[in-house]
């Protein structure tokens, strides 16, 4: 919900991602009623997906601030006002929020918290009770203007987005319930496991919280397991963590031992559960 914005001065960039139905069209008619609407295309020289699509957007605006809406993502009628009115209070130059996440069994608010002193911007996305999503972005053009989206990447983009922006400004947290993430679609089965080996291969050496790293590695090997056990990255977060000194139990030596043997195991515990409490 960008056009009925209670924040009238805005300046929307569209960009088709290479749409092969009526998208198009429907863009041109769109922007052809609103001064405000610019549209653009990814040309096919740029790798397609959200980072490439993101990243023409900053480079085709022309607006003192710049935030990111994803197609399937909404914000609240007075998110753009919310968030302005709280940057001219606090002259913050990029901020974040919690967001309310659609799934497939309902509803509910992602919390998120301010990055703690002395916690580093790369600790603070790999930990669970953080939350920074794309479409709760708000940042300073002549900052964001600096940073590109990974477009090698599909699969924690916005981390490395993050942590990017992170090292010119710092970020504020603004607590706010305005912004509405659709993962209805279960996005998990979408996780590319390479990608996120190759953020974490790129940034680790700016994590100074060993029980951060070891706790999302476990994480990401536990869900890896679960719903690729055929992937073969497995054997890299074995050797993330062997190389934190990380003594294994029983089910996780089972994990990297054959990832398929271990996403049995759980099943049949959660069936057996399951009876118990019958």
């Known amino acids: 919900m960008v056009r009925e914005q209670s924040f009238e001065d805005w300046e929307l960039v569209m960009v088709d991602d290479g749409s092969t139905d009526q998208t ?3 863009l041109n008619d769109v922007a052809v009623t609103e001064s405000r609407i610019k549209i653009d295309q990814r ?6 997906g959200p980072s490439p699509c993101r990243n023409i957007g900053v480079e085709n605006s022309s607006g003192l601030y710049i935030a990111f809406l994803d197609a399937d993502d909404e ?3 007075d998110r753009l006002l919310n968030a302005y009115t709280f940057i001219q209070e606090t002259n913050a130059k990029a901020i974040y929020s919690g967001a309310w996440v659609v799934v497939q069994k309902g509803k509910y608010f992602r919390e998120s918290r301010p990055i703690r002193k002395g916690e580093s911007i790369f600790d603070f996305t790999i930990n669970g009770d953080s939350f920074a999503q794309t479409s709760t972005l708000l940042v300073k053009s002549e900052i964001a203007k600096q940073v590109a989206f990974p477009e090698a990447i599909r699969f924690h983009e916005d981390f490395a987005y993050f942590i990017e922006v992170g090292e010119l400004v710092p ?3 603004f607590p706010s319930k305005d912004v509405i993430v659709n993962w209805e679609d279960n996005h998990l089965k979408k996780v590319n496991y390479a990608d996120c080996l190759y ?3 790129k940034y ?3 994590s100074i919280d ?4 070891i706790g999302y590695l476990k994480y990401t090997a536990h869900e ?3 719903r690729q056990p055929y992937d073969n990255n497995i054997k890299f977060y074995h050797k993330f963590l062997m190389e934190e000194g990380v003594k294994f139990g029983i089910l996780e030596f089972i994990l990297f031992l054959s990832p398929l043997a271990y996403s049995m195991l759980l099943k049949i515990r959660n069936k057996m559960l399951v009876l118990k409490n019958f």
């Open 24 to 26: 198009w069209e429907i």
């Open 43 to 48: 040309p096919e020289n740029r790798t397609k």
């Open 75 to 77: 914000w609240s009628i």
């Open 171 to 173: 970020w504020s947290f």
């Open 199 to 201: 953020f974490y291969q």
């Open 204 to 206: 680790k050496s700016k």
């Open 210 to 213: 060993k029980i951060s790293r």
């Open 224 to 226: 890896l397991a679960v």
